[in-house]
C-alpha cells in the first residue's frame, strides 16, 4: 500500500493518479480527503497528532509527505516540526519508507540564481528556517535509527487547477477577472516553475525506485531561461488578451501587508524574486532519462484546463 499524507494539496491528485501505475491500494489521509481513483481508501487524520498519524501511516510500504500547512509563519514554527517528527516515528514502526515533498526555502540567497542538490543551506526568512529543520530531522532518523527515506524537492509549482500557484494567483486569475496580473519585485529576473504533472510523475517514480533513497532529488524541471515578463507574455497569449501588468514592489507589499495577512507572509519570500532563480533538476532527468514539459506546452494546458 502507498500512502499520501496531506492528500488535499497542489500534488495530491495527479499524485494519487501516478501511484496507480505501481500499486493497486492507494490511501489518502487529510482532514477531509476526497476520492481520486474510485478506489482509494480515505483517511482522516490530524498529523500534528501522533495516534492519528500512527493509524495513518500503518500498512503502507510507501509514505508520501505532501502536506500544504497555512502560508502562516507561526503555523509553520508550531506544526511542521510536530507533524514531522509523528511521520517520521510513524514510518520507523511500520517500516515504512518515507518521500518529503519539499520546497527551496532553506536554500542560501546566493544559490538562487543555480540551485542545485547540493545549494548551500543558510536560509534568510523565518519560513526557510523552519523548512531547513525537516531535512535535518529526517536525514538524523536515515543516519541514526535506520529510516530509509528521500527528499523530492521542487521549485514553485504551476499547472492545471493548481490554485496556489503563483501563476495562476499573479497572472491567470487577474486576466480572468478582467484586471492587470502583476509580478512581484522585477520582472526582469529569471523564474523558473516546476510543472505539477512532472511533478507528481517524478515523485511517484521516486518513491517506487529503492536506490533513490537516502539522497535529495530536484524533481524535473523545464530548463527554458523565461523572465517574468515573458511568462506574462505566454499566458497573455494563450488566453487573448494583452499583456498587462505591474510590478508589486517590496515597498508596495509593505505597505499593503499591514492591512492584509497574506502579503505580510509572502514579503520575506520576495528575495526569490528580485535575482535569478534558476532550479536545475539535471541529476533527476540524466538518471531516469526523463524530459520535462516545455513552458509552452505547460502553460497551455494550465490555461485550458477544466476550472
Known amino acids: 500500500m502507498q500512502t499520501i499524507l496531506g492528500s488535499g ?9 501516478e501511484l496507480k501505475f505501481f500499486s493497486d491500494h492507494i490511501r489518502l489521509v487529510a482532514r477531509n480527503p476526497v476520492q481520486v481513483n474510485g478506489d482509494d481508501e480515505l483517511v482522516i487524520a490530524d498529523l500534528t497528532n501522533y495516534q492519528q498519524t500512527d493509524l495513518a501511516v500503518a500498512g503502507s510500504s510507501v509514505v508520501y509527505l505532501t502536506v500544504g500547512l497555512p ?17 517520521i516515528e510513524a514510518c520507523l514502526k511500520h517500516s515504512a519508507r518515507l518521500v518529503f515533498l519539499d520546497n527551496v526555502y532553506m536554500y542560501a540567497e546566493s544559490e538562487i540564481p543555480h540551485m542545485t542538490e547540493k545549494s548551500r543551506i543558510n536560509p534568510s526568512s523565518k519560513k526557510g528556517k523552519v523548512r531547513a529543520t525537516l531535512p535535518e530531522m529526517i536525514f538524523a532518523a536515515v543516519k541514526d535509527r535506520g529510516l530509509e527515506a528521500l527528499i523530492a524537492r521542487s521549485a514553485d509549482f504551476y499547472g492545471p487547477s493548481v490554485k496556489s500557484s ?9 486576466y480572468r477577472k478582467g484586471n492587470k496580473a502583476f509580478w512581484q519585485a522585477d520582472v526582469s529576473k529569471l523564474h523558473a516553475f516546476t510543472y505539477i504533472p512532472d511533478a507528481a510523475k517524478a515523485t511517484a517514480l521516486l518513491g517506487n525506485t529503492p536506490d533513490a533513497f537516502g539522497e535529495i532529488w530536484h524533481l524535473p524541471t523545464s530548463s527554458e531561461k523565461l523572465n ?12 487573448n488578451v494583452k499583456p498587462r501588468y505591474y510590478i508589486l514592489t517590496k515597498l508596495m507589499m509593505r505597505v499593503i501587508g499591514i492591512f492584509v ?5 509572502i514579503r520575506e519570500m520576495a528575495y526569490q524574486y ?3 532563480y534558476v532550479f536545475d533538476s539535471s541529476k533527476f532527468e540524466e538518471r531516469f ?3 520535462p514539459v516545455s513552458y509552452d ?6 490555461v485550458h484546463a477544466q476550472p
Do not use: C
Not at 261 to 265: A, L, Q, T
Not at 297 to 302: A, D, F, L, V, W
Open 9 to 17: 494539496g497542489a500534488i495530491g491528485t495527479p499524485l494519487a493518479k
Open 71 to 87: 502560508y502562516d509563519i507561526k503555523t509553520w514554527q508550531n506544526s511542521w516540526p510536530l507533524v514531522m517528527s509523528n511521520v
Open 166 to 174: 503563483p501563476l495562476a494567483i499573479m497572472v491567470i486569475d487577474e
Open 228 to 239: 517574468g515578463k515573458e511568462f506574462i507574455e505566454k499566458i497573455a497569449f494563450e488566453m
Open 261 to 265: 495577512p497574506i502579503v505580510k507572509e
Open 274 to 276: 528580485d535575482r535569478d
Open 289 to 291: 532519462s526523463y524530459k
Open 297 to 302: 506546452e505547460g502553460i497551455k494546458n494550465t
